[in-house]
Protein backbone atom coordinates (compact mmCIF):
# COMPACT_ATOMS: atom_id res chain seq x y z
CA UNK A 1 0.00 0.00 0.00
CA UNK A 2 1.25 3.32 -0.58
CA UNK A 3 2.06 5.47 2.44
CA UNK A 4 -0.62 7.84 3.83
CA UNK A 5 0.14 11.31 4.43
CA UNK A 6 -1.45 13.68 6.54
CA UNK A 7 -2.91 16.00 4.46
CA UNK A 8 -2.53 18.74 6.96
CA UNK A 9 -2.51 21.77 4.59
CA UNK A 10 -6.15 20.82 3.42
CA UNK A 11 -7.36 20.05 7.64
CA UNK A 12 -5.68 24.02 8.37
CA UNK A 13 -7.46 25.48 5.49
CA UNK A 14 -11.20 23.86 6.07
CA UNK A 15 -10.98 24.68 10.02
CA UNK A 16 -9.50 27.98 8.96
CA UNK A 17 -11.14 29.47 6.30
CA UNK A 18 -14.86 27.40 5.42
CA UNK A 19 -15.49 26.95 9.23
CA UNK A 20 -14.38 29.47 11.87
CA UNK A 21 -11.63 27.98 13.99
CA UNK A 22 -10.79 31.30 15.04
CA UNK A 23 -14.66 31.95 16.94
CA UNK A 24 -14.45 28.54 18.41
CA UNK A 25 -11.51 29.51 20.11
CA UNK A 26 -12.15 32.91 21.41
CA UNK A 27 -14.74 31.60 23.83
CA UNK A 28 -13.73 31.42 27.08
CA UNK A 29 -14.18 28.06 27.54
CA UNK A 30 -10.94 27.75 25.51
CA UNK A 31 -9.04 30.68 26.61
CA UNK A 32 -5.91 28.52 26.78
CA UNK A 33 -5.92 27.12 23.62
CA UNK A 34 -4.75 29.84 20.95
CA UNK A 35 -4.21 29.10 16.73
CA UNK A 36 -0.43 27.87 17.54
CA UNK A 37 -1.35 25.18 19.96
CA UNK A 38 -4.22 23.79 17.14
CA UNK A 39 -1.20 24.00 15.10
CA UNK A 40 1.02 21.98 17.17
CA UNK A 41 -1.53 19.14 18.11
CA UNK A 42 -2.43 18.91 14.64
CA UNK A 43 0.66 18.20 13.58
CA UNK A 44 1.63 15.49 16.36
CA UNK A 45 -1.78 13.79 15.25
CA UNK A 46 -0.56 13.79 11.76
CA UNK A 47 3.08 11.93 13.15
CA UNK A 48 0.86 9.78 15.32
CA UNK A 49 -1.31 8.70 12.13
CA UNK A 50 1.73 8.21 9.44
CA UNK A 51 4.62 7.25 11.56
CA UNK A 52 2.51 4.76 13.95
CA UNK A 53 -0.55 3.93 12.95
CA UNK A 54 -0.97 3.51 8.82
CA UNK A 55 2.22 1.02 8.74
CA UNK A 56 -0.27 -1.26 10.53
CA UNK A 57 -2.92 -0.98 9.00
CA UNK A 58 -2.24 -3.53 6.20
CA UNK A 59 -1.10 -5.78 9.22
CA UNK A 60 -4.50 -5.58 10.66
CA UNK A 61 -6.24 -6.45 7.86
CA UNK A 62 -4.49 -9.39 6.95
CA UNK A 63 -3.52 -10.97 10.50
CA UNK A 64 -7.18 -9.56 12.28
CA UNK A 65 -8.11 -9.94 15.68
CA UNK A 66 -8.60 -13.63 17.30
CA UNK A 67 -10.26 -15.05 20.10
CA UNK A 68 -9.11 -17.99 22.23
CA UNK A 69 -10.36 -19.43 25.23
CA UNK A 70 -12.31 -16.30 25.88
CA UNK A 71 -8.94 -13.94 25.47
CA UNK A 72 -9.05 -11.57 22.31
CA UNK A 73 -5.27 -10.73 20.74
CA UNK A 74 -4.94 -8.16 18.34
CA UNK A 75 -2.89 -7.86 15.90
CA UNK A 76 0.76 -7.68 15.79
CA UNK A 77 1.93 -4.05 17.00
CA UNK A 78 -1.72 -2.56 17.64
CA UNK A 79 -1.30 -3.29 21.20
CA UNK A 80 1.92 -0.91 21.41
CA UNK A 81 0.29 1.62 19.25
CA UNK A 82 -2.67 1.49 21.69
CA UNK A 83 -0.01 2.36 24.31
CA UNK A 84 1.35 5.45 22.19
CA UNK A 85 -2.24 6.50 21.96
CA UNK A 86 -2.72 6.26 25.78
CA UNK A 87 0.85 8.07 26.52
CA UNK A 88 0.27 10.56 24.48
CA UNK A 89 -3.32 12.04 26.03
CA UNK A 90 -4.60 11.53 22.91
CA UNK A 91 -8.12 10.27 23.84
CA UNK A 92 -8.11 13.53 26.13
CA UNK A 93 -8.46 15.95 23.48
CA UNK A 94 -12.14 17.31 23.86
CA UNK A 95 -12.34 16.17 27.62
CA UNK A 96 -12.52 18.06 30.94
CA UNK A 97 -8.99 18.49 32.59
CA UNK A 98 -9.87 17.59 35.93
CA UNK A 99 -10.62 14.18 34.52
CA UNK A 100 -7.26 13.95 32.78
CA UNK A 101 -8.53 15.95 29.46
CA UNK A 102 -6.76 18.10 26.98
CA UNK A 103 -10.08 20.69 27.01
CA UNK A 104 -9.58 21.74 23.27
CA UNK A 105 -12.46 21.78 21.19
CA UNK A 106 -14.17 18.95 19.74
CA UNK A 107 -13.43 21.21 16.29
CA UNK A 108 -9.69 19.94 16.47
CA UNK A 109 -10.48 16.67 18.40
CA UNK A 110 -12.46 15.49 14.88
CA UNK A 111 -9.66 16.77 12.91
CA UNK A 112 -7.34 14.18 14.54
CA UNK A 113 -10.09 11.44 14.55
CA UNK A 114 -10.05 12.03 10.78
CA UNK A 115 -6.12 11.18 10.68
CA UNK A 116 -6.46 8.45 12.66
CA UNK A 117 -9.59 6.64 10.93
CA UNK A 118 -7.49 7.46 7.61
CA UNK A 119 -4.58 5.38 8.77
CA UNK A 120 -6.22 2.85 10.59
CA UNK A 121 -9.80 2.58 10.79
CA UNK A 122 -9.38 -0.77 12.44
CA UNK A 123 -7.59 0.58 15.53
CA UNK A 124 -9.66 4.12 15.50
CA UNK A 125 -12.78 2.19 16.17
CA UNK A 126 -11.29 1.71 20.26
CA UNK A 127 -11.17 5.21 21.08
CA UNK A 128 -14.04 6.31 19.11
CA UNK A 129 -16.00 4.33 21.66
CA UNK A 130 -14.23 5.32 24.62
CA UNK A 131 -15.48 8.95 23.48
CA UNK A 132 -18.74 8.10 23.58
CA UNK A 133 -19.07 6.36 26.47
CA UNK A 134 -17.33 9.51 28.36
CA UNK A 135 -20.12 11.86 26.80
CA UNK A 136 -22.81 9.58 28.53
CA UNK A 137 -21.39 9.17 31.79
CA UNK A 138 -20.27 13.06 31.75
CA UNK A 139 -23.80 13.91 30.98
CA UNK A 140 -25.71 11.42 33.06
CA UNK A 141 -23.96 9.68 35.71
CA UNK A 142 -23.78 10.21 39.56
CA UNK A 143 -21.43 11.98 41.35
CA UNK A 144 -20.42 8.83 42.14
CA UNK A 145 -20.06 6.87 38.78
CA UNK A 146 -18.00 10.18 37.21
CA UNK A 147 -15.58 9.34 40.58
CA UNK A 148 -14.94 5.80 39.53
CA UNK A 149 -14.78 5.71 35.86
CA UNK A 150 -14.37 9.02 33.79
CA UNK A 151 -10.35 9.97 34.58
CA UNK A 152 -9.27 6.10 33.95
CA UNK A 153 -11.46 6.53 30.96
CA UNK A 154 -10.79 9.91 29.76
CA UNK A 155 -6.26 9.05 30.19
CA UNK A 156 -7.49 5.91 28.12
CA UNK A 157 -5.83 3.69 30.80
CA UNK A 158 -9.34 1.80 30.54
CA UNK A 159 -11.83 1.54 27.23
CA UNK A 160 -15.14 2.03 26.67
CA UNK A 161 -18.47 0.47 24.67
CA UNK A 162 -21.88 0.30 23.15
CA UNK A 163 -24.34 -2.34 24.02
CA UNK A 164 -27.16 -1.88 21.77
CA UNK A 165 -28.15 -4.54 19.29
CA UNK A 166 -29.49 -7.88 19.78
CA UNK A 167 -29.91 -11.17 17.44
CA UNK A 168 -33.66 -10.67 17.48
CA UNK A 169 -34.00 -6.80 17.41
CA UNK A 170 -31.11 -5.39 14.71
CA UNK A 171 -32.03 -1.50 14.75
CA UNK A 172 -35.34 -1.79 16.32
CA UNK A 173 -33.93 -1.44 19.11
CA UNK A 174 -37.20 -1.48 21.39
CA UNK A 175 -37.56 -5.15 21.02
CA UNK A 176 -34.22 -6.24 22.76
CA UNK A 177 -34.65 -8.67 25.78
CA UNK A 178 -31.61 -8.37 28.05
CA UNK A 179 -32.87 -7.86 32.00
CA UNK A 180 -31.73 -5.90 34.64
CA UNK A 181 -32.59 -6.83 38.10
CA UNK A 182 -32.18 -4.62 41.10
CA UNK A 183 -29.60 -5.81 43.92
CA UNK A 184 -29.84 -5.67 47.76
CA UNK A 185 -26.81 -3.09 47.32
CA UNK A 186 -28.07 -0.67 45.07
CA UNK A 187 -26.64 -2.41 42.01
CA UNK A 188 -28.31 -4.19 39.13
CA UNK A 189 -27.66 -7.37 37.76
CA UNK A 190 -27.70 -8.19 34.15
CA UNK A 191 -28.63 -10.76 31.84
CA UNK A 192 -28.65 -10.93 28.06
CA UNK A 193 -26.59 -11.20 24.98
CA UNK A 194 -25.51 -8.50 22.52
CA UNK A 195 -23.99 -8.57 19.25
CA UNK A 196 -21.54 -6.24 16.93
CA UNK A 197 -19.77 -5.07 19.73
CA UNK A 198 -16.99 -3.29 18.94
CA UNK A 199 -14.20 -4.15 20.75
CA UNK A 200 -16.06 -5.82 23.27
CA UNK A 201 -12.93 -7.53 24.44
CA UNK A 202 -9.56 -6.95 23.40
CA UNK A 203 -5.61 -7.04 25.36
CA UNK A 204 -5.53 -2.97 25.08
CA UNK A 205 -6.57 -2.04 28.74
CA UNK A 206 -7.10 -2.89 32.19
CA UNK A 207 -10.50 -2.75 32.05
CA UNK A 208 -13.39 -2.55 29.74
CA UNK A 209 -16.74 -0.22 30.60
CA UNK A 210 -19.74 -1.51 28.80
CA UNK A 211 -22.84 0.40 28.30
CA UNK A 212 -25.38 -1.82 28.85
CA UNK A 213 -29.40 -1.57 27.25
CA UNK A 214 -31.28 -3.48 29.68
CA UNK A 215 -35.48 -3.91 30.95
CA UNK A 216 -35.72 -3.62 34.56
CA UNK A 217 -38.63 -5.36 35.71
CA UNK A 218 -42.77 -4.14 34.99
CA UNK A 219 -40.84 -1.86 32.62
CA UNK A 220 -42.72 -0.80 29.49
CA UNK A 221 -42.63 -2.37 26.25
CA UNK A 222 -40.63 -0.82 23.74
CA UNK A 223 -37.97 2.13 23.73
CA UNK A 224 -40.01 3.46 26.48
CA UNK A 225 -39.30 0.94 28.31
CA UNK A 226 -35.17 0.95 28.22
CA UNK A 227 -32.58 1.60 31.07
CA UNK A 228 -29.07 2.10 30.65
CA UNK A 229 -26.52 0.22 32.93
CA UNK A 230 -22.54 0.77 33.47
CA UNK A 231 -21.30 -2.63 33.02
CA UNK A 232 -17.47 -3.00 33.70
CA UNK A 233 -15.65 -6.26 32.61
CA UNK A 234 -13.51 -5.74 36.10
CA UNK A 235 -15.54 -4.64 39.10
CA UNK A 236 -13.87 -1.14 40.62
CA UNK A 237 -12.72 -1.49 44.57
CA UNK A 238 -13.34 1.50 46.62
CA UNK A 239 -10.03 2.77 46.35
CA UNK A 240 -10.11 2.66 42.78
CA UNK A 241 -8.06 -0.49 42.01
CA UNK A 242 -9.48 -3.39 40.25
CA UNK A 243 -11.60 -6.23 41.87
CA UNK A 244 -12.91 -9.28 40.89
CA UNK A 245 -14.25 -10.29 37.03
CA UNK A 246 -17.79 -9.49 36.36
CA UNK A 247 -19.98 -12.15 35.06
CA UNK A 248 -19.64 -10.95 31.26
CA UNK A 249 -17.75 -12.77 28.30
CA UNK A 250 -17.06 -12.60 24.71
CA UNK A 251 -18.42 -15.55 23.23
CA UNK A 252 -17.39 -15.02 19.63
CA UNK A 253 -16.08 -12.70 16.85
CA UNK A 254 -17.60 -11.96 14.05
CA UNK A 255 -15.93 -12.89 10.60
CA UNK A 256 -15.98 -9.53 9.00
CA UNK A 257 -16.18 -7.96 5.02
CA UNK A 258 -13.67 -5.20 6.75
CA UNK A 259 -12.06 -4.09 9.39
CA UNK A 260 -10.65 -6.97 10.31
CA UNK A 261 -8.36 -5.62 13.09
CA UNK A 262 -11.41 -4.35 15.24
CA UNK A 263 -12.72 -7.13 17.44
CA UNK A 264 -16.73 -7.21 16.99
CA UNK A 265 -17.36 -9.30 19.62
CA UNK A 266 -20.93 -11.36 20.18
CA UNK A 267 -20.87 -10.56 24.79
CA UNK A 268 -22.62 -12.70 26.79
CA UNK A 269 -23.65 -11.12 30.36
CA UNK A 270 -24.95 -12.89 33.32
CA UNK A 271 -23.83 -16.55 32.62
CA UNK A 272 -23.93 -17.44 36.31
CA UNK A 273 -25.48 -14.85 39.25
CA UNK A 274 -25.68 -11.70 36.53
CA UNK A 275 -22.94 -8.97 35.81
CA UNK A 276 -23.02 -6.38 38.19
CA UNK A 277 -24.41 -3.00 36.74
CA UNK A 278 -24.72 0.68 37.48
CA UNK A 279 -27.89 2.57 36.60
CA UNK A 280 -26.82 5.75 34.24
CA UNK A 281 -29.11 8.18 34.09
CA UNK A 282 -33.13 7.65 35.46
CA UNK A 283 -35.33 4.05 34.99
CA UNK A 284 -36.91 3.73 31.94
CA UNK A 285 -34.56 6.73 30.26
CA UNK A 286 -32.06 4.97 28.72
CA UNK A 287 -32.33 6.04 25.23
CA UNK A 288 -32.29 9.56 26.03
CA UNK A 289 -28.70 8.87 28.04
CA UNK A 290 -27.53 6.39 25.17
CA UNK A 291 -28.84 9.09 22.27
CA UNK A 292 -26.19 11.39 24.15
CA UNK A 293 -23.33 8.68 23.09
CA UNK A 294 -25.07 7.62 19.90
CA UNK A 295 -25.60 11.29 18.99
CA UNK A 296 -21.33 11.45 19.33
CA UNK A 297 -20.90 8.51 17.51
CA UNK A 298 -22.84 9.58 14.62
CA UNK A 299 -20.51 12.30 14.07
CA UNK A 300 -17.53 10.18 14.10
CA UNK A 301 -19.04 7.72 11.84
CA UNK A 302 -19.26 10.55 9.45
CA UNK A 303 -15.78 11.12 9.67
CA UNK A 304 -14.72 7.92 9.33
CA UNK A 305 -17.01 7.96 5.94
CA UNK A 306 -14.65 11.33 5.21
CA UNK A 307 -11.14 9.10 6.42
CA UNK A 308 -11.27 5.98 4.60
CA UNK A 309 -12.41 8.19 1.42
CA UNK A 310 -9.02 10.49 1.95
CA UNK A 311 -7.09 7.26 2.22
CA UNK A 312 -8.68 5.40 -0.62
CA UNK A 313 -7.69 8.50 -3.04
CA UNK A 314 -4.39 8.70 -1.78
CA UNK A 315 -3.82 5.41 -2.97
CA UNK A 316 -5.67 5.71 -6.21
CA UNK A 317 -3.54 9.06 -7.19
CA UNK A 318 -0.34 7.31 -5.95
CA UNK A 319 -1.08 4.42 -8.56
CA UNK A 320 -2.73 6.64 -10.85
CA UNK A 321 0.81 8.48 -11.27
CA UNK A 322 2.77 5.43 -11.73
CA UNK A 323 0.70 3.19 -13.82
CA UNK A 324 1.56 3.17 -17.33
CA UNK A 325 -1.20 2.21 -20.03
CA UNK A 326 -2.23 3.30 -23.48
CA UNK A 327 -1.67 6.41 -24.93
CA UNK A 328 -3.45 9.68 -23.84
CA UNK A 329 -5.20 11.85 -26.27
CA UNK A 330 -2.63 14.59 -27.62
CA UNK A 331 0.57 12.49 -25.52
CA UNK A 332 3.48 12.82 -27.83
CA UNK A 333 6.05 11.14 -25.86
CA UNK A 334 7.08 7.76 -26.73
CA UNK A 335 5.37 4.31 -24.53
CA UNK A 336 2.65 4.47 -22.92
CA UNK A 337 1.07 7.61 -20.77
CA UNK A 338 0.43 7.50 -16.78
CA UNK A 339 -3.02 6.76 -16.78
CA UNK A 340 -3.55 9.89 -14.69
CA UNK A 341 -3.26 11.53 -18.39
CA UNK A 342 -6.86 9.77 -19.48
CA UNK A 343 -9.54 11.42 -18.82
CA UNK A 344 -11.73 9.60 -17.52
CA UNK A 345 -9.44 8.48 -14.67
CA UNK A 346 -8.57 12.30 -14.04
CA UNK A 347 -12.77 12.30 -13.68
CA UNK A 348 -12.60 10.29 -11.36
CA UNK A 349 -9.50 11.06 -9.04
CA UNK A 350 -11.26 15.04 -9.44
CA UNK A 351 -14.41 13.19 -8.35
CA UNK A 352 -12.76 12.13 -5.29
CA UNK A 353 -10.68 15.05 -4.47
CA UNK A 354 -14.15 17.14 -4.73
CA UNK A 355 -16.08 15.11 -2.66
CA UNK A 356 -13.08 14.55 0.00
CA UNK A 357 -13.29 18.05 0.25
CA UNK A 358 -17.40 19.03 0.35
CA UNK A 359 -17.46 16.06 3.70
CA UNK A 360 -14.42 17.04 5.22
CA UNK A 361 -16.25 20.75 5.54
CA UNK A 362 -19.54 19.62 6.44
CA UNK A 363 -17.81 17.25 9.30
CA UNK A 364 -15.71 20.06 10.80
CA UNK A 365 -18.47 22.38 10.65
CA UNK A 366 -20.72 20.02 12.79
CA UNK A 367 -18.19 19.94 15.20
CA UNK A 368 -17.84 23.38 15.36
CA UNK A 369 -21.78 23.91 15.33
CA UNK A 370 -21.40 21.38 18.35
CA UNK A 371 -18.71 23.40 20.37
CA UNK A 372 -20.68 26.94 19.88
CA UNK A 373 -23.90 25.06 21.29
CA UNK A 374 -21.93 24.13 24.31
CA UNK A 375 -19.68 27.01 24.96
CA UNK A 376 -21.17 30.16 23.49
CA UNK A 377 -21.83 33.35 25.88
CA UNK A 378 -25.45 34.03 24.62
CA UNK A 379 -28.05 31.84 24.84
CA UNK A 380 -29.97 32.46 21.79
CA UNK A 381 -26.46 31.58 19.45
CA UNK A 382 -26.14 28.56 21.72
CA UNK A 383 -29.64 27.40 20.63
CA UNK A 384 -29.06 28.30 17.28
CA UNK A 385 -25.94 26.70 17.14
CA UNK A 386 -27.20 23.69 18.94
CA UNK A 387 -30.19 23.09 16.23
CA UNK A 388 -27.99 23.32 13.30
CA UNK A 389 -26.14 20.49 15.31
CA UNK A 390 -28.85 18.46 15.09
CA UNK A 391 -29.70 19.31 11.35
CA UNK A 392 -26.22 18.58 10.58
CA UNK A 393 -25.45 15.18 12.16
CA UNK A 394 -27.90 12.74 9.93
CA UNK A 395 -26.05 14.65 6.96
CA UNK A 396 -22.48 14.04 8.14
CA UNK A 397 -23.26 10.88 9.70
CA UNK A 398 -25.31 9.63 6.25
CA UNK A 399 -24.03 11.17 3.42
CA UNK A 400 -20.49 11.10 4.67
CA UNK A 401 -20.72 7.30 4.95
CA UNK A 402 -21.86 7.04 1.69
CA UNK A 403 -20.02 8.67 -0.40
CA UNK A 404 -17.07 7.01 1.40
CA UNK A 405 -18.10 3.67 -0.42
CA UNK A 406 -18.39 5.22 -3.16
CA UNK A 407 -15.06 7.21 -3.05
CA UNK A 408 -13.36 3.85 -1.91
CA UNK A 409 -15.32 2.22 -5.18
CA UNK A 410 -13.44 4.83 -7.39
CA UNK A 411 -10.54 3.78 -5.59
CA UNK A 412 -10.77 0.46 -6.88
CA UNK A 413 -12.25 1.33 -10.11
CA UNK A 414 -8.72 3.31 -10.75
CA UNK A 415 -6.85 0.67 -10.08
CA UNK A 416 -8.50 -1.09 -13.00
CA UNK A 417 -8.09 -5.53 -12.84
CA UNK A 418 -5.74 -4.95 -9.90
CA UNK A 419 -7.54 -3.11 -7.35
CA UNK A 420 -9.65 -6.13 -7.29
CA UNK A 421 -6.40 -8.14 -6.49
CA UNK A 422 -6.04 -7.65 -2.37
CA UNK A 423 -2.57 -7.29 -2.63
CA UNK A 424 -2.76 -3.72 -4.31
CA UNK A 425 -4.74 -2.64 -0.55
CA UNK A 426 -7.94 -0.94 -2.74
CA UNK A 427 -10.09 -3.61 -1.63
CA UNK A 428 -9.30 -2.77 1.66
CA UNK A 429 -10.26 0.36 1.79
CA UNK A 430 -13.93 -0.44 0.01
CA UNK A 431 -14.31 -3.39 2.41
CA UNK A 432 -13.69 -0.88 5.44
CA UNK A 433 -16.01 1.55 4.12
CA UNK A 434 -18.54 -0.14 3.83
CA UNK A 435 -19.86 -0.43 7.33
CA UNK A 436 -20.41 2.94 8.06
CA UNK A 437 -23.17 3.50 5.99
CA UNK A 438 -25.01 0.87 9.19
CA UNK A 439 -23.28 1.69 11.64
CA UNK A 440 -25.29 3.73 14.52
CA UNK A 441 -28.63 3.56 13.13
CA UNK A 442 -28.31 2.49 9.43
CA UNK A 443 -28.61 5.42 6.86
CA UNK A 444 -32.33 4.88 6.07
CA UNK A 445 -32.83 5.36 9.67
CA UNK A 446 -30.65 8.26 9.40
CA UNK A 447 -32.64 9.83 6.77
CA UNK A 448 -36.21 9.23 8.95
CA UNK A 449 -34.94 11.30 11.45
CA UNK A 450 -33.50 14.22 9.10
CA UNK A 451 -37.33 13.98 7.60
CA UNK A 452 -39.22 13.25 10.80
CA UNK A 453 -37.61 15.11 12.89
CA UNK A 454 -34.65 18.13 11.79
CA UNK A 455 -36.91 18.80 9.08
CA UNK A 456 -39.65 19.53 11.07
CA UNK A 457 -37.90 21.27 13.69
CA UNK A 458 -39.39 24.77 14.64
CA UNK A 459 -41.93 24.36 11.75
CA UNK A 460 -39.42 24.02 8.84
CA UNK A 461 -37.63 27.03 10.51
CA UNK A 462 -34.34 25.49 11.37
CA UNK A 463 -34.20 24.68 8.04
CA UNK A 464 -35.66 27.89 6.27
CA UNK A 465 -32.78 29.85 8.35
CA UNK A 466 -30.16 27.94 6.76
CA UNK A 467 -31.27 28.08 3.50
CA UNK A 468 -31.33 31.73 3.93
CA UNK A 469 -28.07 31.55 5.35
CA UNK A 470 -26.56 29.41 2.28
CA UNK A 471 -28.47 31.93 0.24
CA UNK A 472 -26.28 34.86 1.18
CA UNK A 473 -23.05 33.12 -0.48
CA UNK A 474 -24.75 34.55 -3.70
CA UNK A 475 -23.49 37.79 -4.00
CA UNK A 476 -19.87 36.73 -3.14
CA UNK A 477 -19.94 34.09 -6.14
CA UNK A 478 -21.08 37.16 -7.90
CA UNK A 479 -17.79 39.24 -6.95
CA UNK A 480 -16.13 35.98 -7.83
CA UNK A 481 -16.98 36.56 -11.38
CA UNK A 482 -16.42 34.27 -14.36
CA UNK A 483 -14.54 31.54 -12.73
CA UNK A 484 -17.80 31.20 -10.25
CA UNK A 485 -20.32 32.02 -12.90
CA UNK A 486 -21.37 28.41 -13.23
CA UNK A 487 -21.34 27.28 -9.23
CA UNK A 488 -23.20 30.72 -8.78
CA UNK A 489 -26.16 29.29 -10.88
CA UNK A 490 -25.91 25.96 -10.40
CA UNK A 491 -26.16 26.48 -6.06
CA UNK A 492 -28.90 28.60 -7.16
CA UNK A 493 -30.75 25.58 -8.47
CA UNK A 494 -29.52 23.03 -6.05
CA UNK A 495 -30.94 25.58 -3.20
CA UNK A 496 -34.24 26.22 -5.14
CA UNK A 497 -34.89 22.22 -5.87
CA UNK A 498 -33.80 21.62 -1.58
CA UNK A 499 -36.37 24.69 -1.12
CA UNK A 500 -39.05 23.30 -2.81
CA UNK A 501 -38.42 19.72 -1.74
CA UNK A 502 -38.82 20.77 2.02
CA UNK A 503 -41.88 22.27 1.40
CA UNK A 504 -43.60 19.62 -0.72
CA UNK A 505 -42.42 17.20 2.48
CA UNK A 506 -43.97 19.64 5.06
CA UNK A 507 -46.78 19.73 3.06
CA UNK A 508 -47.04 16.25 2.45
CA UNK A 509 -46.58 13.98 5.54
CA UNK A 510 -49.00 16.14 7.32
CA UNK A 511 -51.60 13.89 5.46
CA UNK A 512 -49.08 10.79 4.44
CA UNK A 513 -46.07 10.42 6.76
CA UNK A 514 -45.27 7.27 4.59
CA UNK A 515 -44.59 9.74 1.53
CA UNK A 516 -41.59 11.43 3.77
CA UNK A 517 -40.15 7.83 4.42
CA UNK A 518 -40.58 7.16 0.60
CA UNK A 519 -38.49 10.61 -0.20
CA UNK A 520 -36.18 10.31 2.87
CA UNK A 521 -33.43 9.04 1.42
CA UNK A 522 -33.10 10.98 -1.71
CA UNK A 523 -33.54 14.21 0.61
CA UNK A 524 -30.79 13.79 2.34
CA UNK A 525 -28.67 13.13 -1.06
CA UNK A 526 -29.80 16.28 -2.08
CA UNK A 527 -29.42 18.31 1.48
CA UNK A 528 -26.02 17.04 1.72
CA UNK A 529 -24.82 17.54 -1.74
CA UNK A 530 -25.78 21.16 -1.49
CA UNK A 531 -24.65 21.66 1.69
CA UNK A 532 -21.37 20.12 0.54
CA UNK A 533 -21.36 22.44 -2.42
CA UNK A 534 -22.34 25.51 -0.31
CA UNK A 535 -19.28 24.80 2.14
CA UNK A 536 -16.58 24.04 -1.16
CA UNK A 537 -17.92 27.03 -3.00
CA UNK A 538 -17.25 29.54 -0.07
CA UNK A 539 -13.49 27.74 0.35
CA UNK A 540 -12.88 28.54 -3.90
CA UNK A 541 -13.68 31.60 -3.11
CA UNK A 542 -11.33 31.90 0.17
CA UNK A 543 -9.18 30.72 -1.91
CA UNK A 544 -9.41 32.82 -4.80
CA UNK A 545 -8.75 36.15 -2.59
CA UNK A 546 -5.83 34.34 -0.93
CA UNK A 547 -4.02 33.38 -3.50
CA UNK A 548 -2.94 37.34 -4.34
CA UNK A 549 -0.91 37.38 -0.89
CA UNK A 550 3.02 37.21 -1.44
CA UNK A 551 3.46 34.55 1.21
CA UNK A 552 0.50 32.15 -0.37
CA UNK A 553 1.23 28.88 -1.38
CA UNK A 554 0.01 29.21 -4.61
CA UNK A 555 -0.15 25.53 -6.26
CA UNK A 556 -2.09 24.51 -3.20
CA UNK A 557 -4.51 27.51 -3.58
CA UNK A 558 -5.01 27.14 -6.77
CA UNK A 559 -5.80 23.36 -6.69
CA UNK A 560 -8.86 24.42 -3.88
CA UNK A 561 -10.49 26.86 -6.59
CA UNK A 562 -9.97 23.76 -9.72
CA UNK A 563 -11.37 21.47 -6.93
CA UNK A 564 -14.58 24.14 -6.04
CA UNK A 565 -14.96 24.54 -9.79
CA UNK A 566 -15.21 20.84 -10.67
CA UNK A 567 -17.97 20.22 -7.61
CA UNK A 568 -20.07 23.54 -8.90
CA UNK A 569 -20.10 22.77 -12.47
CA UNK A 570 -19.80 19.02 -12.65
CA UNK A 571 -21.50 17.39 -9.12
CA UNK A 572 -23.56 20.42 -7.83
CA UNK A 573 -25.87 20.19 -11.24
CA UNK A 574 -27.22 16.74 -10.05
CA UNK A 575 -28.65 17.91 -7.22
CA UNK A 576 -32.18 18.95 -8.97
CA UNK A 577 -32.83 15.62 -10.74
CA UNK A 578 -33.20 14.03 -7.09
CA UNK A 579 -36.15 16.05 -6.82
CA UNK A 580 -38.83 14.07 -8.70
CA UNK A 581 -37.89 11.38 -6.94
CA UNK A 582 -38.54 13.34 -3.65
CA UNK A 583 -42.18 14.39 -4.32
CA UNK A 584 -43.03 10.95 -5.59
CA UNK A 585 -44.81 9.85 -3.23
CA UNK A 586 -44.96 6.28 -1.58
CA UNK A 587 -46.78 4.89 -4.54
CA UNK A 588 -43.94 4.11 -7.01
CA UNK A 589 -42.57 1.94 -3.83
CA UNK A 590 -45.42 -0.05 -2.98
CA UNK A 591 -46.79 -0.87 -6.91
CA UNK A 592 -45.91 -4.80 -6.61
CA UNK A 593 -47.23 -6.62 -3.86
CA UNK A 594 -44.63 -8.11 -1.35
CA UNK A 595 -45.19 -11.41 -2.20
CA UNK A 596 -44.47 -10.62 -6.24
CA UNK A 597 -41.01 -9.04 -5.63
CA UNK A 598 -39.52 -12.37 -6.03
CA UNK A 599 -40.34 -12.79 -9.34
Not at 46 to 54: D, E, N, S, W, Y
Not at 109 to 126: I, P, R, T, V, Y
Not at 466 to 487: I, K, P, S, V
Request: proline residues 4%; negative net charge; glycine residues 12%.
Amino acid sequence: MSAYQAPLKDIRFTLNQICDLEAVLSLPAFADTDGETAEAVLAEAGRLAQGILAPLNRQGDTQGSTLANGVVTTPDGFREAYAAFRDGGWNGIPFDPDYGGMGLPLSIANACAELWNSANMGFALCPMLTQGAIDAIGAHGSAALKQTYLENLVTGHWTGTMNLTEPQAGSDVGALRSRAEPAADGSWRIKGQKIFITYGEHDYADNIIHLVLARTPDSPEGTRGISLFVVPKFLVNEDGGLGDRNDLRCINLEEKLGIHASPTAVMSFGDNEGAVGYMLGEENKGMRCMFTMMNTARLAVGIEGLAIAEGAYQHAVAYALERRQGKAIGATEPGSSAIVEHADVRRMLMTMKAQIDAMRALCYLNGQALDLSRQHEDEEQRAWYGQLAELLTPLSKAWCTDLGCEVASLGVQIHGGMGFIEETGAAQYYRDARIAPIYEGTNGIQALDLVMRKLTMAGGGVVRRYLAEMRELDRDLADGGADFAATRANLTAALDSLEAASTWLLGAMADDPNAGAAGASPYLRMFGMTVGGYLIAKGGLAAARMAGNCDADGPFLAGRVATARFYGEQLLPQVPALLPSITAGAAPLFAIEANLLVN
